[in-house]
């Protein structure tokens, strides 16, 4: 190990301190993924800096690699080895390579054929939007912030199994500590915990941060810090904006003592709304007087302004990312993305004064309600764009300019959980006027998500436990597409239909703390075209609109 600080950052792919077991709880920590994969999710690495800690933990990090018999990076045992394997659940496509980690492992897939150890757990984003497909698998699901808990149930476990507990016993000792579901003991719903500070709801008191730096990474020897978490402007399709309530900033105070405290080269600020950051500029003049190279994960075009560009260009930024989400006025508005043409418009000029070369722009299409007619104002916007940043017209202004498109996915806990998903040849006609509006003009390209696997997404995202007859097929037959092919559920039950007020969901079984009457609202005021004011910065206490303190645990 080339270096370790205080604040437990590996440089490089050296492994941790391996020390034998005795008298302690060996926890295999999983990601269904490679290494670059792990050593840039920042969820995953505030896990292991949580548990790795605690001298009562035997913790090790698996790689879940395609076509590979999982095992301790640190060690190499078998997952067999560990009596509890826990998985990050960040996205739905990793519900395969989760369950074929475990095939590959020996592991029954089924919790149910496994009556003892190991216990597998899950945790993650998808523990608290949609664990149900997956849920087969799991003995016990995590629901919310690790640092709300995770901890002391990992404690309750050791202190059982060392007292020679079965597996069944060590399931039920915590199958009512809160954020704990354990099928079949649990009662439902379970609210998702949450790492509040007392006195102070809107500060996000532990950020979390890298663990391991390296060169392996998907962000390249950078150090990952996370500057907000969960977001105030309640965009009506971002599941992030409602899961991850109250959102919360971190203190830059603490931010600049990590740094100092690591010291690293790079610094990427990670976070749902950086720009509403107050601190964001000043932050940046601190790094940059001290040297240390930084970039941003994401902005606001109504957060651009002419100081913030320019100590970004001086960082070396070439490519600023931005917003439009949906080609008109009319969706953006429904959608509740509350962006200026204006502020859009001032912003890639900006980008094009300070010698930005590439501008990229994220666009949903699919919406619930959208015409012909929406598509429209796309080609007069995208127009104005380019003539306000000067996009491919030689060295002065942007060299070109990308437009991301993607379909909406209705996601759990958001307002568009009872819309239903467009078709995939309404999403290829929407792909299609998006080309014919760009087609025209010069330095623009449009890259395009494959309909069929956002189809796919929309499927996990909305399954229930029948889903995992699916993981199952998509385990022998190596892909999800494959499965499909002779899986006999019905796809357009799950997606292509609209759901009725009081339908029960899958997702019935957590609840993140926003109520359910305060979802249908604004899908109501979706269908209307009627805005909502964001979060206030005083915080939920002064709020209470959505629900996120109208009562249960740890919120």
């Known amino acids: 190990m080339s270096e370790t600080t205080r604040a437990t950052v590996c440089f490089g792919l050296d492994r941790p301190e391996v020390r034998d077991f005795g008298g302690r709880l060996p926890v295999a920590l999983a990601v269904p993924g490679d290494a670059a994969l792990a050593l840039s999710a920042l969820g995953w690495q505030a896990v292991w800096r949580l548990l790795a800690a605690d001298p009562a933990l035997a913790v090790q990090r698996v790689f879940c690699r395609p076509g590979q018999v999982p095992a301790a990076e640190d060690s190499g045992r078998p997952l067999t080895d560990f009596p509890v394997v826990a998985f990050s659940l960040c996205y739905e496509e990793d519900y395969l390579p989760v369950a074929a980690a475990l095939v590959a492992a020996g592991i029954p897939l089924s919790s149910a054929a496994r009556p003892d150890f190991p216990i597998v757990l899950g945790g993650g984003p998808l523990a608290f939007l949609n664990p149900a497909p997956i849920l087969p698998a799991l003995d016990l699901l995590f629901v919310g912030e690790a640092e709300a808990g995770l901890a002391a149930v990992l404690d309750r476990l050791r202190r059982q199994a060392l007292a020679g ?19 079949g003991l649990t009662r439902t719903p379970v609210r998702r915990v949450v790492a509040a500070c ?98 941003l994960s994401s902005v606001r075009a109504d957060g651009i302004t002419p100081e913030l560009l320019a100590i970004l260009r001086e960082a070396g930024l070439r490519t600023l990312t931005l917003a439009l989400e949906a080609p008109g006025e009319r969706l953006r508005r429904a959608a509740n993305k509350q962006l200026s043409v204006e502020a859009l418009l001032r912003a890639v000029s900006l980008a094009g004064k300070h010698g930005v070369n590439h501008l990229k722009f994220y666009l949903i299409v699919g919406w619930p309600g959208e015409t012909e007619a929406d598509f429209d104002e796309l080609a007069p916007l995208l127009r104005d764009i380019a003539a306000a940043s000067s996009i491919g017209v030689g060295k002065r202004g942007v060299a070109h300019a990308t437009l991301s498109v993607n379909p909406l996915v209705p996601k759990p806990f958001t307002p ?86 009081d339908e029960a969901f899958p997702w019935d079984i957590v609840d993140v703390g926003v109520s359910r009457d305060f979802l249908w609202r604004e899908w109501e005021r979706y269908r209307e075209g009627v805005p909502t004011a964001k979060c206030p910065p005083a915080g939920c206490q002064a709020c209470r609109r959505c629900g996120i303190y109208s009562g249960g645990d740890g919120a």
């Open 165 to 183: 507990a079965d597996k069944a016993r060590c399931l039920a000792a915590v199958a009512d500590m809160p954020g704990v579901l354990v099928p």
């Open 198 to 295: 007392p006195g102070a709801p809107v500060l996000l008191a532990d950020p979390a941060h890298s663990c391991f730096v390296s060169g392996h990474a998907a962000f390249r020897d950078m150090f990952l810090v996370e500057v907000n978490r969960g977001c105030p402007h309640g965009c009506r399709f971002c599941a992030a904006g409602y899961a991850y309530r109250p959102p919360r900033q971190a203190g830059r105070d603490a931010l600049q003592a990590l740094i100092e405290d690591v010291s690293p080269r790079k610094v990427g600020l990670v976070g749902t709304a950086l720009t509403d950051w107050p601190d964001l500029l000043p932050f940046l003049t601190w790094l940059k007087k001290r040297g240390t190279k930084f970039s």
């Open 416 to 501: 568009m959980q009872w819309a239903p998903m467009a078709a995939e040849a309404a999403i290829e006609a929407a792909y299609a006027r998006v080309r014919a509006a760009v087609k025209p003009l010069k330095g623009f390209k449009v890259e395009v998500e494959n309909a069929s696997a956002a189809r796919l997404q929309g499927l996990l995202a909305r399954g229930d436990t029948a889903l995992f007859g699916l993981v199952e097929q998509a385990v022998a037959a190596g892909s999800f597409r494959r499965a499909l092919k002779t899986w006999d559920g019905d796809v357009a039950a799950y997606l292509d239909r609209p759901r009725d007020k």
